[in-house]
């Protein structure tokens, strides 16, 4: 454990470094113990028809899919490298078609009305055939690329595409879709929405639910691998108030940071340091770039959005420094269209071309632009926004509804309940505004093509450019890195000019977790299960 002070003197990669385990070091795992975690209480449990990651963080757990991201201390924090899960191993026959072997002897949880039966290739191909033809599929945007999958044998799925998809095989290891089900579960249950549907191959079975109280988790002992997971439950505990969760982390309770994905907040981290390093000096940390972003999405098919000119001056209305001076403790990114996060494919703002002018702080231009469009006084409006649970999203807010009033926009706050925001202006509903967090995709397509592409589920500022359009289905087509990375800049810069959605800067993950976790490393993404499959307590 070190202080904040001593943190930003080591840096992050000596902090990190310093968290795993020496290599020389041989340690043999225990089995048993519970992990407890402070969680959020999902909206439902139908990982398919969910936007939200207080439903994916659980399924994480409980289901398996064809490939996952390699895990563990030797994974550094954004490295997403693919391995098999369900799939043995797996062979690109063509440019679009992919074949898969799945592992044999794979076992459903031993509930009804699936009772531990074997999964086939007919799961998977059932799976992604809900996710293509469900009206309500939230995240159909990763796989509008498939023309047909096919159960060859028992244990060999064929995918065939429409079209070269680059990303296809990232798709399949995100843990937001692609989990595998039993039909028979949505033929009992109708969806998979209630906790009595939460049946998977995964490595653990949800034994228990209690709304808005907690979830309890417990090790399969029918996992695929024999020897996994190593703890033995797994309590998420629901907790939406601050100081409660800052005193039951003080008191041990929690053995990952409250705050997605097991971080602390900066400003919390800043006050808690010392007091951390006396109360639970085992504690290990790391630090990494978020790639949760928050934007303010607007109604671009209706006025005054659909003009570029008021879009633009909101943008420059809203203070990025400031923000991060005020919210992230002075540590943060300012994000352009695709997180900064993913440096592999973000552009830095000062390349985005003659778009970059407007991620300035500039409130003279924005009132001039405002005026040149007809909006001399300003204009009202509407932010539709629930608080996710979070301290920073609602200092965020406060601060973002500042900086448009400071130009002449009036904009008034439109709070909703978590589920009632999931259900309207997560998907597009809303008359004006929305400001909130995008998911933390993992790959820089589900950033482009879902938000933006005209009529896709996620595409709630409602935008619809066909130019756009065509570039967005070209960089799917690019299998070849250099021009993909090419043509994903040009659609950044165009971007940057248009402002379809004002994105606000991203801070850095303090991630913390208890020493008596080992094997655990933090990473990008939902998939807590993943990054503790192989974790033990030595405790």
Not at 159 to 183: C, H, Q, S, V, Y
Not at 264 to 272: A, E, F, H, I, K
Request: glycine letters at 8%.
């Amino acid at each position: 454990m070190v202080t904040r002070r001593e943190f930003l003197s080591i840096g992050a990669a000596g902090v990190a470094a310093a968290a795993a385990p020496s290599p020389g070091v041989a340690q043999t795992p225990k089995r048993g113990g519970t992990l407890t975690l402070r969680m959020w209480d999902p909206p439902h449990f139908d990982h398919i028809l969910a936007h939200a990651y207080k439903t994916h963080v659980v399924i994480s757990f409980t289901h398996s899919r064809l490939l996952r991201h390699r895990a563990g201390p030797a994974v550094r924090p954004g490295a997403l490298q693919l391995e098999g899960d369900l799939a043995e191993s797996w062979q690109q026959t063509s440019d679009t078609t992919y074949v898969f072997k799945l592992r044999r002897g794979v076992r459903f949880h031993a509930k009804p009305p699936v009772n531990g039966r074997e999964l086939t290739a007919d799961d998977v191909r059932y799976t992604f055939e809900r996710i293509l033809t469900d009206a309500g599929s939230a995240n159909v945007s990763m796989y509008r690329s498939i023309a047909k999958v096919e159960a060859v044998d028992r244990h060999t799925v064929r995918f065939t595409l429409k079209e070269p998809f680059a990303w296809f095989l990232d798709m399949l290891a995100n843990p937001m879709a692609g989990a595998i089900i039993a039909r028979e579960c949505v033929e009992k249950f109708g969806d998979l929405k209630k906790p009595e549907a939460v049946i998977g191959t995964g490595p653990y079975t949800l034994e228990a639910y209690r709304p808005n109280v907690s979830l309890t988790l417990v090790r399969n002992p029918h996992y695929f691998v024999p020897t996994l997971p190593y703890i033995e439950r797994v309590e998420m505990l629901v907790d939406e108030d601050n100081a409660s969760r800052i005193a039951a982390f003080l008191a041990g309770k929690y053995d990952l940071g409250w705050e997605f994905p097991g971080a602390v907040n900066r400003s919390d981290w800043v006050q808690l340091a010392d007091t951390l390093k006396k109360r639970r000096p085992g504690l290990r940390i790391a630090e990494f770039p978020s790639n949760v972003v928050n934007d303010l999405a607007m109604r671009t098919d209706r006025p005054p959005f659909q003009d570029a000119r008021v879009r633009q001056a909101i943008s420059l209305a809203i203070d990025r420094q400031g923000l991060i001076d005020a919210t992230l403790e002075g540590v943060g990114v300012v994000n352009g269209p695709v997180p900064a996060a993913l440096s592999e494919w973000a552009l830095p703002i000062d390349q985005l071309g003659e778009g970059a002018r407007y991620y300035r702080y500039d409130p003279a231009e924005a009132k001039r632009l405002l005026a040149a469009a007809g909006h001399p006084g300003g204009l009202p409006g509407s932010v539709c926004f629930s608080t996710y649970g979070s301290t920073l999203l609602v200092d965020t807010m406060q601060l973002v509804l500042k900086n448009l009033k400071d130009v002449g926009i009036d904009a008034k706050l439109d709070q909703k309940e978590y589920g009632a925001y999931q259900a309207t202006c997560r998907l597009g509903k809303f008359d004006s505004m929305v400001f909130g967090p995008l998911s933390p995709f993992l790959e820089a397509d589900s950033f482009l093509f879902g938000q933006y592409y005209t009529d896709e589920p996620r595409n709630r500022s409602h935008v619809k450019d066909p130019v756009l359009d065509d570039l967005l289905v070209r960089q799917r087509r690019s299998t070849e890195v250099t021009a993909r990375r090419a043509v994903i800049h040009q659609i950044q810069r165009h971007l940057a000019r248009q402002q379809y959605y004002v994105h606000v800067p991203s801070g850095t993950y303090i991630a913390v977790w208890e020493g008596a976790l080992k094997n655990y490393a933090p990473n990008l993404g939902f998939d807590y299960g993943g990054r503790l499959l192989a974790a033990w307590l030595d405790r």
